[in-house]
């Protein structure tokens, strides 16, 4: 019997402070007990906040598309991490949402529709809901490797029914509108780009909110059973159909708000949007910030956005950098950037992060040679094929090149290979101290089991 | 506990006529052109704890998984109180009053012993597909989940992941799942196994306290157990029961002794002396 705890004290006790849910777990580790109104609080305060930091144009579109980013990437790992579900073709719903919120804003401004703008990013929910409940019946009824087909296969189908349908999707142009639909409400009129970040900020914190609290309900908690072992949910009650089902069909619903926000701030919903390369973005993005905390696809989406739009002006081979990033993720961090993060403050928490310091400084720095030398090939190698015309001199970095002569080319040859040994040399040493580390805290973790 | 057990078990043996749980008729399962279960009938009263024993390849998972829901029967009824449960999917049959262990431990791996239960009660209690309540707040799932860490001695091992537990205390919570939603009918697949004889004694114990006033099936290759534990025995021979009655009935019956305990049991005989 549970004798002398009171029934009430007992559960909230354990609740409190208890770790991200899904497969954070695996770290046995509280986060310092710091309180949830502390998380949650400072979260709204970067929120709201960030636009005055950082309060040019550029960083206001960059922030508004963040938060856009960081609700689908969170709903996508609503299946991935915590569903255990691969879904290749996310990308139908938030595109969905995102064509219906135009057509409705199109209403709204025609007058035949009398819906205020801020309420838009529902009414793509609502389509998401609605498709992801249509083809999720379909695609849920499996798990596993079929789930992953059958998503791919309906992600082309829509996608190919852009181009079928031009009426709705609006062909290769898209459909346009304008979000300024008058009078103003409030003095609100959507017009000035930090209005439209508010209004998604609003939205990022409210859904943030929304699929944190799912993971505490008996169906977000059966549906890590099921990512777990679907057989044996069948043998305690529970119908696995039905539970991958509903959770992709709260997924599809928060797939569908992103892509109604992402509708008022581009006022533009283009079938690239429900296309295969957006799905694979979804993807990537969730496993780097890393799937298996719930904040982890927080950082999936700032990456997202920095990637797609910050990086991709730095530099044309952008993809091949985000390919390797995410080779590497793949191999050395299956956790993500947030599973780095739990790890090292475990680490931090039992006092065995000083000593790893020089560690990573050794990391950091041969990392940082091999990468200088392999981005000095890609970038010699994109300027001759794509700037032909620019003749064989290049800028990197504030140097200039020549990306036909041989000293260049040696020059990057020997860092890449160098920096590339170097870095293979000290992950090795740096392992050995990781898993010493990760030992005695195991030891120090048994001991006080026993204490 | 055992007091308590015995006077139930006295209390079952006087009461009559005996209900019948879970009845088999002519159940039969084909693999291919193999037939595996060749017509199993088997009627097992509600309250009675009985043992399936049997040569290795007779049958007995298989029939476990026939029962459960696991397979469907090639042919044949399957009944849960009187009902139909042949072909119904395992979740329904759950639904319906019967669980099932399974012999290579089943858990939650990544979710704590404390969840693991507490995911395992949620649908007996009601609580379905809700996402719009909080675990936290459920205190009767919560509750419950407690008392079966209580019952399964697992209470200081309550937040660890079951994929770090030792192989004994998976194999606990691999009954804890089993008996958490309050199945009136449980099966247990060689609950025992690979366990030392301490813990055997102790395993035994932990499934009599925790089955009483159930049906109980399991199938069981230690004979210790058997005839500690059972108040019949069915024996299962190539897919068919030849036998099924008290211990000391099966234990005397020549066709036994012939397919299959006379040398279990000299093995056994020799071994206590």
């Not at chain 1, 007058?111 to 929910?125: D, E, F, K, R, Y």
């Not at chain 1, 870095?423 to 001991?447: H, N, P, S």
């Not at chain 2, 037939?35 to 199993?40: D, F, L, P, S, V």
């Not at chain 2, 159930?214 to 199938?219: G, S, Y």
């Amino acid at each position: 019997m549970t004798g002398a705890r009171t029934p009430d004290a007992a559960p909230a006790r354990h609740e409190a402070g208890r770790q991200p849910p899904g497969g954070a777990a695996t770290y046995h580790f509280r986060p310092y007990n710091v309180g949830r109104w502390a998380v949650w609080g400072g979260y709204g305060l970067l929120l709201l906040l960030a636009p005055l930091v950082f309060s040019s144009s550029l960083s206001q579109t960059l922030l508004s598309q963040m938060g856009i980013a960081i609700i689908a990437c969170l709903a996508y790992n609503m299946l991935l991490g915590q569903g255990g579900m691969l879904s290749f073709g996310h990308a139908v719903y938030s595109g969905l949402g995102a064509f219906l919120a135009i057509h409705a804003l199109d209403h709204v401004g025609a007058g035949t529709l009398h819906l205020p703008v801020s309420l838009l990013p529902l009414a793509g929910g609502a389509a998401g809901l609605a498709f992801a409940a249509l083809f999720g019946f379909v695609t849920t009824r499996k798990s596993g490797t079929t789930f992953a087909m059958i998503t791919l296969g309906i992600g082309e189908l829509v996608y190919s029914m852009s181009l079928m349908l031009p009426e709705f999707f609006g062909g290769e142009a898209g459909v346009s509108s304008n979000r300024v639909v008058p009078p103003a409400t409030l003095g609100v009129t959507f017009g000035p780009q930090v209005q439209v970040y508010y209004l998604i900020a609003a939205y990022c914190f409210v859904c943030t909110g929304l699929m944190f609290a799912f993971t505490r309900t008996p169906l977000g908690r059966m549906l890590n059973a099921v990512r777990d072992n679907p057989e044996r949910v069948a043998f305690i009650g529970y119908d696995t159909q039905r539970v991958r089902w509903f959770a992709f069909m709260i997924s599809g619903l928060f797939m569908g708000v992103a892509g109604g926000l992402a509708a008022i701030n581009f006022e533009l919903a283009t079938a690239e949007m429900v296309g295969a390369q957006r799905s694979g973005a979804y993807l990537l993005f969730t496993y780097l910030g890393g799937s298996t905390a719930f904040f982890g696809p927080i950082i999936g989406g700032v990456l997202m956005v920095l990637a797609t739009v910050v990086l991709s002006e730095l530099t044309k081979a952008w993809l091949l950098y985000l390919g390797l990033a995410f080779m590497l993720m793949v191999m050395y961090a299956p956790a993500g950037v947030a599973g780095l993060v739990l790890a090292n403050l475990r680490l931090a928490a039992f006092g065995k992060l000083r000593p790893l310091l020089p560690g990573y400084l050794a990391l950091l720095l041969a990392g940082a040679v091999a990468f200088v030398g392999a981005s000095l090939m890609v970038e010699m190698l994109y300027h001759l094929q794509l700037n032909q015309a620019l003749g064989p001199m290049m800028k990197y970095g504030g140097v200039t090149l020549d990306a036909k002569g041989p000293a260049a080319w040696m020059v990057a040859l020997l860092l890449f290979v160098a920096g590339g040994l170097a870095f293979e040399r000290v992950r090795r040493r740096f392992v050995l101290g990781w898993d010493a580390a990760q030992a005695d805290i195991e030891r120090e973790l048994r001991r006080r089991d026993a204490a | 506990m055992t007091d308590v057990a015995e006077r139930l078990d006295l209390a079952r043996a006087a009461a009559s006529p005996p209900r019948v749980a879970l009845e088999l008729r002519d159940v039969r399962k084909r693999f291919g052109k193999t037939e595996i279960i060749r017509g199993a009938t088997l009627a097992v009263n509600a309250g009675e704890r009985v043992a399936i024993i049997g040569p290795n390849g007779a049958g007995k998972s298989t029939l476990f998984n026939l029962v459960s829901g696991r397979f469907a029967p090639s042919s044949g009824e399957i009944l849960l109180d009187g009902q139909r449960i042949d072909g119904l999917p395992p979740h329904r049959i759950n639904r319906q009053g019967l669980a099932r262990s399974f012999q290579v431990s089943n858990l939650f791996t990544r979710l704590s012993v404390f969840e693991n239960l507490r995911c395992a009660v949620l649908w007996s209690l009601g609580y379905r597909y809700a996402f719009w309540r909080f675990l936290a707040n459920l205190r009767d799932a919560n509750e419950r989940a407690e008392h079966l860490l209580a019952m399964l001695q697992l209470e200081r091992r309550r937040d660890v992941l079951a994929m770090n537990l030792t192989y004994a205390e998976q194999r606990a919570l691999e009954i804890g799942l089993t008996i958490a939603g309050g199945a009136q009918v449980i099966l247990l697949d060689e609950p025992t196994a690979g366990m030392s004889k301490s813990e055997t004694r102790r395993f035994v114990q932990l499934i009599r306290d925790v089955t009483v006033g159930k049906t109980l099936l399991t199938v069981e290759h230690d004979m210790g157990v058997v005839f500690g534990l059972a108040d019949r025995i069915a024996v299962l021979v190539y897919g068919e029961v030849i036998a099924f009655d008290t211990p000391e009935a099966v234990r005397a019956d020549p066709r036994v002794q012939e397919a299959y305990l006379g040398s279990v049991l000299a093995q056994a005989q020799a071994g206590e002396a």
